[in-house]
């Protein structure tokens, strides 16, 4: 099994559309990630979970929401998004969180287009 | 606020060196990591630096000096699968990870 997994790779939908974006990761990880990538910009970090807890508060619009089920999955549900939304969306794993030298591993996005 | 700086394209010939450097400000300092990432697909961790000096692994070494706020990643005998996105990225005192726009490095025969 490939380390990070993420499905759908491509999304398409249109403002008023409801969809999920879903992360699992296979190595054992305690600690999941979803970035938003935008073209020449820097990765923006959406949200964190700890041990299925969301302990980042970064400020993000509520119409993306992230459920974490367990400490292998991770959800993005979007709903009413805004052409601006569109981007690639990175889900990333690491053994722990708040430590120096934990490594991020990151699956290979969602190409989201919203139209 | 947090800033990292990365030049956001560099040209460099097959066989040959390059540098890319990243400079930072940030509110303190955990390490700073280097990824690449290929076109359409995940970033793929390179390199983790929080002490001074050069670490090597292979054709790719970094460097890190945390008095001026810098960094490069030096790559040898560049082959064209190295034509990819370097990233840097900073973990401040918040230990939250603060990531440059990245490099876009174009390998020529």
């Known amino acids: 099994e490939t380390g990070v997994t993420q499905t759908p790779r491509h999304l398409v939908m249109g403002m008023t559309n409801k969809k999920s974006l879903k992360c699992e990761q296979h190595?054992?990880?305690?600690?999941m990630y979803w970035y938003k990538q935008s073209a020449k910009k820097p990765l923006e970090l959406m949200f964190v979970?700890?041990?299925?807890?969301r302990v980042e508060n970064n400020s993000v619009p509520s119409r993306f929401s992230p459920e974490c089920p367990n400490s292998s999955h991770l959800f993005l549900h979007l709903h009413t998004l805004q052409p601006e939304d569109s981007a690639l969306y990175l889900c990333?794993?690491?053994?722990?969180w708040g430590q120096g030298s934990e490594t991020q591993y990151f699956g290979p996005g969602t190409r989201l287009l919203v139209l | 606020g947090q800033n990292i700086d990365q030049p956001t394209e560099m040209t460099a010939t097959e066989g040959a060196i390059v540098q890319i450097n990243c400079t930072y400000q940030t509110s303190g300092f955990n390490g700073l990591f280097w990824y690449q990432q290929h076109a359409g697909e995940a970033p793929t961790f390179l390199s983790y630096n929080v002490l001074d000096g050069l670490e090597e692994k292979g054709r790719f070494s970094s460097f890190l000096s945390r008095s001026k706020g810098y960094s490069y990643l030096l790559l040898k005998e560049l082959q064209m699968k190295d034509s990819a996105s370097y990233l840097c990225a900073v973990r401040d005192s918040n230990y939250q990870l603060i990531w440059g726009a990245g490099t876009k490095l174009i390998i020529k025969p």
């Open positions: 979970y700890s041990l299925e807890e």
């Open positions: 990333a794993s690491s053994q722990d």
């Open positions: 190595l054992g990880h305690n600690a």
